[in-house]
C-alpha cells in the first residue's frame, strides 16, 4: 500500500494556495476588502522579514512562523506555502504531460556553492546596499510580476471578451477594461525569469529553488536541523528506484538510501510513489542526525551569522533617514527632480530599500497610476513601481495600495491623513499651457485638482489661467494626467523625496441661496 | 445623414405617439393635478421642495414624461456622474432625482432606461459613490460602464467649428431618447457647468476639447445629430465655487431648485442667472446661442415659475 495521503494533503492545499494568490493578483475589480491581504500575505517569507526587519513592523512575524515550521518540518513552506513553488510544480505536470522522459528525475549532485554564493551575495546586498537583488530573486515577488506582467493582461482580455458578449444581451455585470502595457524595459527581468524558471521547472522539477532561489537555500540551511524528515525504512527497500524518479528537487540518492533534506521540498511525490512502503515521513533518528552536525558546525554558524546580519541591516535602514541626493544618472527624468512615490511610503530613500516590486499595488491600484518605473528611482529599483500621472492620477478617497503592501514599503495610511499628505508639489509651465499659446481656455487641470491648490486666476481678456498653491496641493497627479498639452504637460508634479504635510484648504462662508429665480 | 434622419424621424413618432397618449392615466399614478391648458412652456422652474417632488411637479409642467417618452422605447439617462464623492457634495446630479426621472420613464412606457457618464476619477468609484447606481437600479435602469474606449464610437459634427468629430458612447446612438440631467456648478475654466457642458461626459477623448478651444468645442457639439429630447437640470445644492469637483460643502448654496427645458441653451441661461451671471458672459452658451442651438434671452421665453 502506498503512503498517499500526505502528498494528496500537499496537492490540494497547494492548488488552494495557489488560487487564492492567483486571485490576489488578478482582482482587477478590487473585489477583495482591504482587511482580506494581511492574513493572505503574513505567511510571505521574504516580504515579512523585511516588514519586520527593515520596515520595524513588530506585528510582521510571519517569517519566524516559517522558520520555526521549517526547523520542525522541513522546507514545508516551498511546496505548500510559495506560490512561485506552486507555480514550478504545475509548469513539471505540464512538462510531464508532454514528454514521460520530462516526469523522471533522478538523483542529481546540488550546485551548492552557486545556491551559497546566491544566498550570500542576497543577503550582503540587503545589507550593505539595499533590497535590489532580493527584488529580483524573492519567490513570491518573481511570481506577483508575473501575475501582474503576463496573466493580468489575459485575464482582462477574458473578462473583455466576456463583457461584450455580455453587452450584446444588455447585461453590464461585466465590463470592459482598456488593455495598457507597462513601459518595455520593465518586462525585461520578468520574462528573463519566465523564460528561466519556466523552463527549469519544464524539464527539472525544482532546480531552480534548490539553485538559486535564496529563500529555498536559507530553508534549506534550516531544513538540516529539522525533526521531521523523510526516510527510508531500510529492511523494506528494494532500491527499486522509483522515488528518485519521482523526485522534483533529485535529492534522493536511493542507491546509498540517502536524502537531501537541503533540498527536500516536502511535495512527499516519493512516498507515494513506493509501492513497497519503505518511505515514511517522521522524526528524525538520533543517531544519523549527531553524526552529521557534530562533523559540520560551520554550516551552523554560517545560519547564525546570516541571521545575526540581517538585524543588523534594520539599524543600518533605520540610520538612512536623509533625503537622496539629486544624481541626474538615478532620478531625473527631463523636467522632473525626483520621481513620486505612492502615499504611505514617507520617503523615497525608505520606499525603495523596501519594495521587492511584487506588483500586488499595481495591480490594486483602481486608478493604474501606479506603473513599474524603469530608470526613475534609479536602474537597480528598477520595477518598483511609481506614480506615473500620465497612466492616472492618485484618487482623492483612496488608499487602497497602503492596505496590500507585504513588505513594508508601503505602509498603512488612513484616509483622512492620505488626503493631506502631499506626495509632491505642482509645477506650472506657463509656456506650455493652452491658455498661453492658444489663448484659449482650458482648465482641466484645475477642475481635477480636489484641493483647488490648482486654481485659475485671470489672465487676458476674459480669459482664467492656472496657478499653484503649493501649501494645499498634496501631488495627486490629477492635474498632470488632465492637462491636454502634447508630448510635454503644462502642469507635472515633482515628487517630495521625503513626502509632506499639505495644509487644509480653507473656506469662507458664502452668500445665503437666494429665495427665489434670478430670472 | 441616414442616421440623423432616421433619429430625427424616430424622435417626431415619438413625440406624437406621447402627445396623443391618455394623461389621465399617467397623472393618477402621481396623484397630480390636471395639466394646465397650452401647456408648451420654454422652460419650467421648480423651487423650494425635495428634488424628487420638484421634478413631479415640473414634469406635470411640461405636459409629463409621456410627452417625451413613448411605449416600448429605448431611454438614455444622462447624469453628471464626473466625480468620486458623495451625493452631499453636490458634484454629481442628485441621485433622488436620478432615480426619479427614471421611474417617470419607465412609467411613460419606456422599454429600457439606461444610465452612464464618462466620469473624471475612477468611474467604479463615480458610480458608486455618487449613489446614482444604487439610485438607477432601484428604479429600474441599467447602469452601463463608459470606462473603456471600446465603448465609443467615432461620429461626425456636420459644420463644427473646432469639432468635425468626436467618439461618442454606443448607448447615445443606439438609444431612442435622449434625457440629459446636469447638474448645475461652478466650474473653474468654463465659468459653469450645465446641460451644454454635461455632453463632455458622452464623449470619449475630453482632452481633445481642452486642447482646441474648450468653449466652442462644447458649442460645436450642439450640432451633433443626437440631441437630448429634455433637459432636467438640478439647482439642488450648487456649487458656487471650486468647481466642478468642489473642495467642501462649504461651496455649496442649497438654492432647492430644478429647471427642465426641451432647450438646453435656455436652461443654461437659466441656470447662469441662478449663479448669478450673466448667460452672455458664459462663453459656450453665447456660442451655442448664436449657432441656432437654443435661446439665451430669458426675456423673450415662456417660463412657468413653480414654489413649492
Known amino acids: 500500500m502506498r503512503s498517499s495521503v500526505l502528498k494528496h494533503i500537499r496537492t490540494v492545499f497547494s492548488v488552494l494556495v495557489l488560487l487564492i494568490f492567483v486571485y490576489l493578483f488578478i482582482d482587477f475589480r478590487g473585489t477583495l476588502g482591504e482587511k482580506a491581504f494581511g492574513p493572505i500575505l503574513y505567511l510571505q517569507f521574504a516580504p515579512s522579514l523585511l516588514k519586520f526587519v527593515i520596515a520595524g513592523v513588530a506585528a510582521s512575524t510571519g517569517f519566524i512562523v516559517i522558520i520555526i515550521l521549517t526547523l520542525i518540518t522541513g522546507r514545508t513552506y516551498c511546496s505548500f506555502l510559495c506560490p512561485l513553488g506552486i507555480v514550478q510544480d504545475v509548469f513539471s505536470r505540464l512538462g510531464g504531460m508532454i514528454k514521460r522522459r520530462f516526469r523522471r528525475y533522478g538523483y542529481k549532485k546540488p550546485y ?80 528573463a525569469f519566465l523564460v528561466l524558471v519556466g523552463l527549469l521547472a519544464f524539464r527539472h522539477g525544482r532546480l531552480y529553488c534548490n539553485t538559486v532561489c535564496p529563500v529555498g537555500s536559507l530553508l534549506g540551511l534550516l531544513s538540516k536541523l529539522s525533526v521531521f524528515r523523510i526516510r527510508f525504512e531500510e529492511e523494506k527497500c528494494t532500491r527499486c528506484g522509483r522515488c528518485a524518479m519521482a523526485c522534483k528537487s533529485s535529492c534522493i540518492d536511493f542507491l546509498n538510501k540517502h536524502i537531501d533534506v537541503s533540498r527536500c521540498v516536502n511535495c512527499f511525490n516519493c512516498l507515494d510513489s513506493c509501492s513497497e512502503n519503505a518511505m515514511s515521513y517522521g522524526p528524525v533518528r538520533l543517531r544519523r542526525s549527531t553524526k552529521k552536525e557534530v562533523t559540520d558546525p560551520s554550516r551552523r554558524n554560517f545560519i547564525t551569522g546570516s541571521i545575526l546580519l540581517l538585524t543588523g541591516a534594520s539599524q543600518l535602514a533605520r540610520a538612512q533617514t536623509d533625503p537622496p541626493v539629486p544624481t541626474k544618472e538615478s532620478t531625473v527624468r527631463e523636467d522632473r527632480l525626483y520621481p513620486v512615490s505612492p502615499p504611505g511610503s514617507v520617503s523615497i530613500e525608505s520606499y525603495i530599500s523596501r519594495c521587492t516590486a511584487c506588483s500586488l499595488c499595481v495591480i490594486a491600484c483602481p486608478t493604474r497610476v501606479l506603473q513599474p518605473s524603469v530608470s526613475e528611482y534609479g536602474f537597480a529599483s528598477i520595477m518598483q513601481p511609481r506614480m506615473d500621472f500620465h497612466s492616472g492620477f492618485c484618487n482623492y478617497d483612496c488608499n487602497r495600495c497602503t492596505d496590500v503592501c507585504p513588505t513594508g514599503a508601503i505602509m498603512p495610511l488612513m484616509i483622512e491623513a492620505k488626503k493631506l499628505t502631499q506626495l509632491g508639489k505642482a509645477v506650472f509651465i506657463k509656456e506650455n499651457c493652452i491658455v498661453h499659446t492658444e489663448k484659449t481656455a482650458c482648465g482641466a487641470c484645475s477642475e481635477h485638482c480636489p484641493t483647488k491648490a490648482c486654481h485659475m486666476v485671470p489672465y487676458e481678456g476674459n480669459l482664467l489661467i492656472p496657478e499653484v498653491k503649493d501649501d494645499i496641493c498634496i501631488g495627486c497627479g490629477a492635474c498632470e494626467y488632465a492637462c491636454p498639452t502634447k508630448p510635454y504637460k503644462a502642469i507635472f508634479v515633482d515628487g517630495n523625496p521625503v513626502h509632506e504635510a499639505a495644509l487644509k484648504p480653507e473656506a469662507e462662508e458664502l452668500e445665503a441661496a437666494p429665495d427665489d429665480f434670478l430670472f | 445623414m441616414k442616421r440623423r434622419k432616421f433619429l430625427r424621424s424616430s424622435l417626431g413618432a415619438g413625440v406624437a405617439a406621447g402627445a396623443m397618449m391618455s394623461f389621465g392615466r399617467y397623472e393618477n399614478l402621481f396623484g397630480g393635478k390636471p395639466l394646465p391648458s397650452g401647456a ?76 452612464f457618464d464618462n466620469t473624471c476619477d475612477n468611474w467604479v468609484k463615480c458610480y458608486k459613490n455618487s449613489g446614482i447606481e444604487q439610485a438607477a437600479k432601484d428604479a429600474g435602469a441599467k447602469m452601463v460602464p463608459g470606462g473603456s ?134 462663453e459656450h452658451i453665447a456660442l451655442a446661442a448664436a449657432m441656432g442651438a437654443g435661446n439665451m434671452d430669458l426675456s423673450s421665453m415662456n417660463i412657468h415659475r413653480l414654489k413649492m
Request: with cysteine; net charge positive.
Open chain 1, 112 to 191: 551548492t556553492w552557486l545556491r551559497y554564493f546566491i544566498l550570500v551575495l542576497t543577503a550582503g546586498i540587503l545589507i550593505l546596499g539595499g533590497v535590489y537583488v532580493l527584488t529580483i530573486l524573492d519567490p513570491y515577488s518573481i511570481f506577483g510580476r508575473f501575475m501582474t506582467y503576463f496573466a493580468q493582461p489575459v485575464v482582462l482580455l477574458v473578462n473583455n471578451i466576456l463583457a461584450t458578449l455580455l453587452g450584446k444581451f444588455d447585461i453590464y455585470a461585466l465590463y470592459r477594461v482598456d488593455i495598457v502595457a507597462y513601459e518595455l524595459a520593465a518586462y525585461i527581468i520578468p520574462v
Open chain 2, 149 to 282: 474606449e471600446s465603448y465609443y464610437q467615432e461620429v461626425t459634427i456636420p459644420n463644427g467649428k473646432q469639432l468635425t468629430k468626436t467618439k461618442v458612447h454606443e448607448l447615445v446612438l443606439s438609444s431612442d431618447v435622449f434625457i440629459n440631467v446636469p447638474i448645475l456648478k461652478h466650474h473653474s475654466s468654463a465659468r459653469m457647468t450645465g446641460a451644454l457642458k454635461n455632453m463632455m461626459g458622452v464623449v470619449w477623448d475630453r482632452s481633445y476639447w481642452h486642447r482646441n478651444n474648450l468653449n466652442q468645442c462644447i458649442a460645436d457639439y450642439t450640432l451633433f445629430a443626437k440631441k437630448p429630447a429634455l433637459n432636467i437640470m438640478d439647482a439642488y445644492n450648487v456649487m458656487m465655487r471650486n468647481g466642478p469637483r468642489g473642495v467642501s460643502v462649504g461651496d455649496l448654496s442649497n438654492m432647492k431648485s430644478l429647471m427642465i427645458s426641451t432647450d438646453w441653451v435656455a436652461i443654461d441661461a437659466a441656470g447662469a442667472r441662478m449663479m448669478g451671471k450673466e448667460p452672455s458672459s458664459v
Open chain 2, 40 to 115: 408648451d412652456y420654454d422652460l419650467v422652474a421648480v423651487m423650494g421642495g425635495e428634488p424628487a417632488a420638484m421634478f413631479d411637479l415640473g414634469i406635470q409642467a411640461m405636459g409629463g414624461m409621456g410627452t417625451f417618452v413613448s411605449k416600448g422605447q429605448k431611454v438614455l439617462v444622462k447624469p453628471n456622474v464626473g466625480w468620486d464623492v458623495v451625493p452631499d457634495k453636490g458634484a454629481n446630479t442628485n441621485p433622488a432625482l436620478v432615480k426619479r426621472v427614471i421611474e417617470h420613464c419607465l412609467r411613460a412606457g419606456a422599454k429600457e432606461v439606461y444610465v
